[in-house]
Nanobody, 125 residues
Framework: QVQLLESGGGLVQPGGSLRLACTVS????????VGWFRQVPGKERDVVAT?????????YYAEPVKGRFTISRDSAKNTVYLQLSDLKPEDTAAYYC?????????????????WGQGTQVTVSS
């Protein structure tokens, strides 16, 4: 079993920044990729960014967040971060981290088998 715990969400004004953290524990040797997803009520859960868990730091970004969000990992802390910058109201969502056994470019939520509880990000003035 893999456990993931998100933190760092909150209320921020448009143009502001937040850093989300995803702390991973359990059978981490089974993980190939960690990803961040987001979901608003009534809509599907969409990928935001993914990163390889070990080895070469390969990343993927969804088009709406390219240039504004940065995914990174701290292997010593078993933590993956998502730096959110230049936030817009349309970034408002519940943000989830997830882990899975497939490569980082396999970004469908169906490819991720362990999920955190989520953290809310609200962008509003």
């Amino acid at each position: 079993q893999v456990q993931l715990l998100e933190s760092g969400g909150g209320l921020v004004q448009p143009g502001g920044s937040l850093r989300l953290a995803c702390t991973v524990s359990g059978y981490t040797h089974k993980i190939t990729t960690v990803g961040w997803f987001r979901q608003v009520p009534g809509k599907e859960r969409d990928v935001v960014a993914t990163i390889t868990w070990t080895g070469k730091n390969s990343v993927y970004y969804a088009e709406p967040v390219k240039g504004r969000f940065t995914i990174s990992r701290d292997s010593a802390k078993n933590t993956v971060y998502l730096q959110l910058s230049d936030l817009k109201p349309e970034d408002t969502a519940a943000y989830y981290c997830a882990s899975g056994p497939l490569n980082y470019f396999r970004t469908s939520s169906a490819n991720f088998n362990s999920w955190g509880q989520g953290t809310q990000v609200t962008v509003s003035s």
